[in-house]
Structures are given as C-alpha cells and as structure tokens.
C-alpha cells in the first residue's frame, strides 16, 4: 500500500468516525461533515459515493427506532417523493457536469446550514400549508442534495418548523436523510458516478460511523449539547466557507 493509499484510508476513517460521533451526540450531521470534510479532499461525487452507505444505516437505525414510521410516512409521503425526484434529477451536477461548480455548491449548502444554526433561525409552519410546502420543500431538498451531497437545507428547518414532539422529529429526519440517501444513490447510479467498486469503500466507512455513534451515545450526557451544537456548527461554518471561497482565491 503506496503512502498516498494510507493517508487516504486514514483521513476517511477519521472522518467517519467523527462524523458518526456528531450524530450520536446531536442525531444527525453524518453526512453534512462527511462531506464537507473530504470534499476538501476530492471531488464532491466521490465523496458522495463514500457516503452511501453509512448514511443509510446509520438513518435507517435511526428511523426504525421510533414508534410512528407509519404515520409519519403518511404525512409526509409527498415531500419524501419530491427528494427523490429533485434528487434523481439534480444528480448530474455533483456527478460531473457542474464540475468545480458542485463544491461551490457545497460550500454555500454548508454555510447556510452552518449560519441557521449559530443564529437560531426558527419560523412556524401553519398546518394548513403543510400540504403545499412539503412537496416544495421536498425538491429543494432533493436539488440541493443531488446537486451538492447535502441533505439538511431546506428539509431540517422546516421539519423543526412543523412543532413535532421530539421523539416525532427525530424520527422524520431519520425518514428524510434515509430516502436522500436512496435517492442520491440511484440517481449517482444513473450517471454512473457509483458503482460495485463504489461499494467496498463505502461499506467500510460503516465501521468508523457506527463506532463514531456508538461513542457519540455514551458522551451525549456528559456534555452540554449547547455547547457541541454551537462548536459543531463552527467548524462546519470554516468548512463551508472554504470550500465556499476556494474558486475565487
């Protein structure tokens, strides 16, 4: 194995081990840091490929743990369906036809993100537009993540939005950042940007990213999350812009 080879393979089990800790401190972020990290490291479709797999056991773990799946499927059913096909439709961008393009995108999906959660952005959404938002919303989120590898912008801030319990959302980030992952799976299938060789690697970045939340769990209530949260968003802040600025300087 050339030096080159391992310092690859030890900057993307650190990532995902750290990634892993994030969302078993907070309950997401897996993907967010796994992709703002090695999106530093190489193009945005290769470390989208990475992320496939661990993002979906780690989401589907966290799905399966709630007591409402079905009702919560049955509510949001059509945003679920618009991730999938701005997903599907977006990802030719971060697959190669944005080129440099995708990690600006990354850069600006990070900051935002990163920006809503310093400033405590917060709105309320009135049931009676659930109906028509989520369908909007949903694609956005799709676009977002085929076009950058993110899940969160738009989708987390209005699931916040909606006032669900908290056992409610934790479980509809859980469905969201699951059907992304399928999503952004098919549609880097669809421009052949991750195949059977894709997945080796990224069935080992499962191993770092369960351990990461294994450790996550057991440090979440030995911590303040006001303090992670705060410092986590930080970093992803220094990230995004990084990657925000690096075509311009």
Same mark, same amino acid.
């Given at each position: 194995?050339?030096?080159?080879a391992?310092?690859?393979?030890? #900057?993307?089990?650190?990532?995902?081990?750290?990634?892993?800790?994030?969302?078993?401190?907070?309950?997401?972020?897996?993907?967010?840091?796994?992709?703002g !990290?090695?999106?530093?490291?190489?193009?945005?479709?290769?470390?989208?490929?990475?992320?496939?797999?661990?993002?979906?056991?780690?989401?589907?773990?966290q799905?399966?743990?709630?007591?409402?799946?079905?009702? +919560?499927?049955?509510?949001?059913?059509?945003?679920?369906?618009?991730?999938?096909?701005?997903t599907?439709?977006?990802?030719?961008?971060?697959?190669?036809?944005?080129?440099?393009?995708?990690?600006?995108?990354?850069?600006?999906?990070?900051?935002?993100?990163?920006? @809503?959660?310093?400033?405590?952005?917060?709105?309320?959404?009135?049931?009676?537009?659930?109906?028509?938002?989520?369908? !909007?919303?949903? !694609?956005?989120?799709?676009?977002?993540?085929g076009?950058?590898?993110?899940?969160? !912008?738009? #989708?987390?801030?209005?699931?916040?939005?909606?006032?669900?319990?908290?056992?409610?959302?934790?479980?509809?980030?859980? +469905?969201?950042?699951?059907? @992304?992952?399928?999503?952004?799976?098919?549609g880097?299938? $669809?421009?052949?940007?991750?195949?059977?060789?894709?997945?080796?690697?990224?069935?080992? #970045?499962?191993?770092?990213?369960? +351990?990461?939340?294994?450790?996550?769990?057991?440090?979440?209530? $030995?911590?303040?999350?006001?303090?992670?949260? $705060?410092?986590?968003?930080?970093?992803?802040?220094?990230?995004?812009?990084?990657?925000?600025?690096?075509?311009?300087?």
């Amino acid at each position: 194995m050339t030096s080159f080879a391992i310092a690859r393979f030890a #900057a993307i089990t650190l990532t995902f081990l750290i990634a892993g800790t994030v969302k078993g401190v907070t309950g997401m972020g897996l993907p967010t840091v796994a992709m703002g !990290v090695l999106g530093t490291l190489m193009l945005p479709a290769e470390a989208a490929s990475l992320l496939i797999l661990p993002s979906f056991v780690t989401n589907v773990w966290q799905l399966v743990a709630g007591p409402r799946l079905g009702a +919560l499927l049955r509510r949001f059913w059509l945003m679920m369906a618009g991730i999938v096909i701005g997903t599907v439709a977006a990802a030719s961008f971060i697959a190669g036809s944005g080129g440099v393009w995708a990690v600006t995108g990354l850069g600006a999906a990070l900051t935002l993100y990163a920006a @809503s959660g310093l400033l405590s952005w917060h709105f309320s959404v009135a049931p009676r537009h659930e109906r028509h938002l989520s369908p !909007v919303i949903g !694609v956005v989120t799709g676009l977002v993540t085929g076009g950058t590898g993110v899940f969160v !912008v738009p #989708a987390v801030p209005y699931l916040q939005a909606l006032d669900l319990k908290k056992e409610d959302l934790v479980q509809a980030l859980g +469905l969201s950042f699951t059907v @992304s992952t399928v999503a952004l799976a098919i549609g880097l299938a $669809r421009e052949n940007a991750f195949a059977l060789n894709n997945i080796a690697s990224s069935l080992f #970045a499962v191993i770092p990213a369960l +351990l990461g939340m294994w450790i996550g769990q057991r440090i979440r209530g $030995r911590i303040s999350p006001t303090t992670f949260r $705060r410092w986590f968003f930080i970093c992803m802040l220094a990230l995004g812009l990084q990657l925000l600025l690096r075509r311009f300087i």
